[in-house]
T-cell receptor
């Protein structure tokens, strides 16, 4: 069964550093997403991406964040100048081109900012 | 803003017990409803979904959920749980006019004792 894969599974970074979280969505999917879950809190939507541009974003997704599809397979989330409160599990997801029927999620990257 | 509530944060059951996990949402319009499961160390996996039609939907692994529009609820049920059902369960809502964004509940950790 095709899967969304994320790397790395765990990333530790120092406050103020930039991190890039990587995702390989399912190959025939066209919509891509990032969600995050701070420990003990809800899974929160960050951003959706379609046709090489952001289609929706939440209030959390400020100028510190950016997304990119650098090639035909990868989808990345960049966090500039990380803060302690960015520590969370970040989930990538993708959906096929048909009407929305639920997203397929990756295993997540646990980001720890120290 | 819409919200999703899962009132049971932790549930402990013995094998063969029946399960019901509550999910309520606050949104007045038409919604699509989902239950996801996350087994330890794995990705969020879609259990079942409701879009329209029969309000009782059946998913994988013997799970089912009932949409009760008047109660804004979408409770998850399983008549007889197994130890392998130990996981975290997330209810999610996608309002029909909100693109492809999912709003998640806080999750319920289920532990099934053998």
């Amino acid at each position: 069964e095709p899967e969304v894969t994320q790397t790395p599974s765990h990333q530790v970074t120092q406050m103020g550093q930039e991190v890039i979280l990587r995702c390989v969505p399912i190959s025939n999917h066209l919509y891509f997403y990032w969600y995050r879950q701070i420990l003990g809190q809800k899974v929160e939507f960050l951003v959706s991406f379609y046709n090489n541009e952001i289609s929706e974003k939440s209030e959390i997704f400020d100028d510190q964040f950016s997304v990119e599809r650098p090639d035909g397979s990868n989808f990345t989330l960049k966090i500039r100048s990380t803060k302690l409160e960015d520590s969370a599990m970040y989930f990538c997801a993708s959906t096929p081109p048909a009407a929305f029927r639920g997203a397929f999620f990756g295993q997540g990257t646990r980001l720890t900012v120290v | 803003a819409q919200s999703v509530s899962q009132h049971n944060h932790h549930v402990i059951l013995s094998e063969a017990a029946s399960l019901e996990l509550g999910c309520n949402y606050s949104y007045g319009g038409t919604v699509n409803l989902f239950w996801y499961v996350q087994y330890p160390g794995q990705h969020l996996q879609l259990l079942l979904k409701y879009f329209s039609g029969d309000p009782l939907v059946k998913g994988i692994k013997g799970f089912e959920a009932e949409f009760i529009k008047s109660k804004f609820s979408f409770n998850l049920r399983k008549p007889s749980v197994q130890w392998s059902d130990t996981a975290e369960y997330f209810c999610a809502v996608n309002p029909n006019n909100a693109g492809n964004m999912l709003t998640f509940g806080g999750g319920t950790r289920l532990m099934v004792k053998p």
